[in-house]
């Protein structure tokens, strides 16, 4: 399985990114499917996920302002982030567990700095 993740860059406080992550295969055989981040000198920590039944789980620090959306048609799982801050700022990476192994995304970076 690989994962692209592609909406990353640069954003002002306050304001808005969707990021997407397209996988090579059906994710409709990826039971779980979600976003991670790290930021410089610190631990990959789980933003948010979704099973392929549809239970999300986000980051307590995180509700709110991020939504994890599927889509088993396009096979994407997408992250809208609203409301950034400059503590938002991390690689972001797209992850995908499936019986078999646990896959990851190149990451893309999201910057929040005026």
């Known amino acids: 399985v690989q994962l692209v993740e592609s909406g990353g860059g640069l954003v002002q406080p306050g304001g808005s990114l969707r990021l997407s992550c397209a996988a090579s295969t059906s994710i409709a055989s990826i039971y779980v499917m979600g976003w991670y981040r790290q930021a410089p000198g610190k631990q990959r920590e789980l933003v948010a996920s979704?099973?392929?039944?549809?239970?999300?789980n986000y980051a307590d620090s995180l509700k709110g302002r991020f939504t994890i959306s599927r889509d088993n048609a396009k096979n994407t799982v997408d992250l809208q982030m609203n409301s950034l801050k400059p503590e938002d700022t991390a690689v972001y990476y797209c992850?995908?567990?499936?019986?078999?192994?646990?896959?990851w995304g190149q990451g893309t970076q999201v910057t929040v700095s005026s």
């Open positions: 979704m099973t392929s039944s549809g239970t999300t």
């Open positions: 992850h995908g567990r499936t019986t078999f192994g646990v896959y």
